[in-house]
């Protein structure tokens, strides 16, 4: 079971777990996001309520190439049991267990798939974007399936900056970004990992991926829990199908 210091979670908003996945298990799980990537690119009609394209988040002058690429899936355990699986197994929901002290339930699944060329994720806290209409009581287990760092797009974040749940202001015009001028750039830490590691975070945690410039992707299986008790507090999460 992965192992994460509960100390610095409090402190900082978020803790590394390293090789919580192991070396043939990325490899299933990594063909298993193409699977999915490939069903819904070929089925977008069916599955469009869980799409973003990326066409649709990057700037005009890098959207050459991306038509038809897809940024997200969201949900995907109802499509795939290998995630179903993954999203209950201990050596991922133990840190969050340890995080709350208690057992916990999904709340949210997702695919970040983030492809070369891949759009940016503004900073932002994925309560006061997200979650509102829920809990704050939120642990995000967010899984690397490829090797990640500052090229490819690696999260970083502001340490400290979920103490107090302070929710900051939206930029001007936009959706859920936060404003910049809330985001002290002396204070930015990155987090490059290797596939298979592990970074949980707060939900009030000031945090962002830049666009990847490189060549290779940076896929990542995200899993969002509450504590248990809350009960299955976003189960209608998961969009309707139609027909066909």
């Known amino acids: 079971m992965s192992q994460v210091d509960v100390r610095c979670y409090a402190r900082d908003g978020y ?4 090789s919580v996945l192991g070396h043939d298990q990325v490899q299933s799980l990594r063909q298993e996001a193409n699977r999915l990537l490939e069903l819904c690119t070929r ?4 599955y469009g309520a869980r799409i973003e394209w990326e066409v649709d988040h990057l700037a005009d002058s890098d959207q050459a190439g991306m038509h038809g690429v897809i940024r997200k899936l969201e949900p995907v355990s109802d499509l795939s049991t290998t ?13 969050a267990e340890s995080i709350f002290g208690e057992p916990v339930e999904l709340f949210e699944d997702k695919l970040n798939l983030k492809l070369p060329g ?20 939120l642990v995000t287990c967010f899984l690397y399936l490829d090797d990640a760092d500052e090229t490819n797009g690696c999260l970083q974040v502001v340490p400290g900056s979920h103490t107090g749940k302070p929710t900051h202001p939206f930029r001007s015009g936009g959706h ?17 990992l290797r596939a298979g ?8 945690l000031l945090h962002y991926s830049d666009l990847n410039r490189s060549a290779v992707p940076r896929m ?4 969002t829990y ?3 008790r809350l009960g299955r507090i976003n189960e209608r999460r998961f969009p309707a199908l139609s027909s066909g």
């Open 15 to 18: 803790a590394v777990s390293r």
């Open 220 to 223: 990542a299986i995200i899993y």
């Open 176 to 192: 859920f970004e936060v404003d910049p001028a809330c985001v002290p750039a002396d204070r930015i830490q990155p987090v490059p």
């Open 118 to 137: 891949g759009s940016p994720y503004p900073w932002h806290q994925d309560w006061s974007c997200c979650w509102r209409a829920h809990t704050d009581e």
């Open 83 to 95: 995630f179903q699986e993954l999203a209950q197994d201990p050596a991922v929901t133990a840190a």
């Open 197 to 204: 590691d592990m970074i949980c975070f707060d939900s009030y």
């Open 226 to 228: 509450n504590p248990a």
């Open 43 to 46: 089925n977008s009609d069916r």
